[in-house]
């Protein structure tokens, strides 16, 4: 049976600042969908992770379906009512775009879909990250589905053995979206090369190339260019298909132990590590740590278990620790050099303006 699970999420507003909507908010949005799902979706799963609130929805409608779209800008404009009534700050912000026509793409939220053939089980892992943006998930990625350190399945699966196929999105190209193929391992080195730039290539999908199977997909929206000035972070959230021709539950999570550096934090504006935490945790120090959360499903006949709450586990404790003790490494140099991003890339004008401001006062050296 073909499904398609699609990830539609967005930030329509949160109690103090950016850390949580609000309960009543997320009840609106839930609420929406359970009444105005009927012969649209077989099922779905809707959390939040800082202040984003993704809906997971299975259906047999496609990718890009106008009805499952619609479904779910109602549901956030329902909420944004909702986050205006309760005075919660940034009621509406990702929804950048009036003009529904048909899907959200370019409106603002970010969406992730995948439509494939049903396995007779189907083990799937739902990620959602906040305080950081889609090239977050490329060392994760890399690790996964082309480093047999992490991944041993690569070498002891004749399935794995075949490698995978990984697109690679120019986020940076501003004419158009531009994409790339290339396949592990025979190009590892230029995959190496290119996700190296997370601000600049950003995965978007792997596939198996024993099966032709999609493993993966990140979304890859960019709020900076769609609002024609920056609103946020994109928040990204992923899917990724586990076992069989796919590595297993715990070679996907393993990279995460990492902790890596990165885009995100205060204002959208730091290096700071990415934190693996519990389903529906708020963020907290610096507007950050940057989290993210995984949802572990099994599905069938597009059905849905509960989720197991993947970073629940205590193992993940340590290495919750071991993130915030580099956050706090990271914070103590305040905003010099590496701690803070490149002028391009932050989402504040005020750098730029007082260096230009500054320029006239230059003046050569006379000995
Ligand atoms: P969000 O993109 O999650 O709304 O965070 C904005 C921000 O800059 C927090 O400091
Ligand atoms: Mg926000
Ligand atoms: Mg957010």
């Given at each position: 049976m073909e499904i398609t699970l699609s990830i539609i999420k967005a930030d329509i507003g949160a109690i103090g600042g950016h850390m949580a909507p609000s309960a009543q908010l997320l009840a609106t949005v839930r609420q929406h969908i359970l009444e105005e799902?009927?012969?649209?979706?077989?099922d779905s799963y809707i959390s939040y992770t800082g202040d984003d609130i993704a809906l997971l929805m299975t259906h047999?409608?496609?990718?890009?379906?106008e009805a499952v779209h619609r479904l779910a800008l109602d549901a956030f404009l329902a909420g944004t009512e909702v986050a205006r009534a309760q005075g919660?700050?940034?009621?509406?912000?990702?929804?950048?775009?009036d003009a529904f026509s048909?899907?959200?793409?370019?409106?603002?939220p970010a969406v992730a879909e995948m439509e494939f053939e049903e396995r007779p089980n189907e083990p799937f892992l739902f990620f959602a990250a906040d305080?950081?943006?889609?090239?977050?998930?490329n060392l994760p990625l890399y690790l996964a589905f082309a480093d047999p350190m992490n991944?041993?399945?690569?070498?002891?699966s004749q399935k794995l053995a075949q490698g995978f196929r990984f697109v690679i999105?120019?986020?940076?190209?501003?004419e158009c979206d531009r994409i790339i193929e290339l396949v592990a391992p025979e190009d590892l080195y230029d995959i190496a090369a290119l996700l190296r730039d997370p601000q600049r290539y950003v995965v978007e999908s792997v596939w198996s190339r024993?099966?032709?199977?999609?493993a993966a997909v990140v979304s890859t929206s960019r709020l900076r260019d769609v609002a024609g000035k920056?609103?946020?972070?994109?928040d990204p959230v992923m899917v990724l298909r586990t076992q069989m021709h796919f590595p297993s539950t715990g070679e996907l999570l393993a990279?995460?132990?990492?902790g890596h550096f990165v885009a995100g934090g205060v204002r959208g504006s730091h290096n700071m590590p990415l934190m693996p935490c519990t389903l529906n945790s708020p963020v907290s120090y610096f507007d950050g740590p940057p989290v993210v959360t995984c949802a572990a499903f099994a599905c069938h006949e597009g059905r849905l278990t509960e989720p197991v709450d993947?970073?629940?586990?205590?193992?993940?404790d340590a290495v919750r620790e071991h993130v915030a003790a580099k956050a706090m490494e990271m914070r103590?140099?305040?905003?010099f050099g590496s701690a803070m991003l490149p002028l391009a890339q932050l989402e504040y004008t005020g750098v730029a303006e007082r260096i230009e401001r500054l320029q006239g006062r230059f003046r050569e050296r006379e000995d």
């Open positions: 799902a009927a012969n649209i979706l077989i047999k409608r496609g990718t890009g379906d919660l700050y940034g009621a509406g912000q990702d929804l950048v775009k048909a899907n959200v793409r370019g409106m603002g305080k950081t943006d889609p090239g977050a998930y991944t041993p399945g690569l070498f002891l999105m120019d986020v940076g190209h501003t024993a099966s032709s199977e999609q920056s609103t946020g972070k994109d990279p995460f132990q990492v993947a970073f629940a586990h205590p193992f993940w103590r140099q305040g905003f």
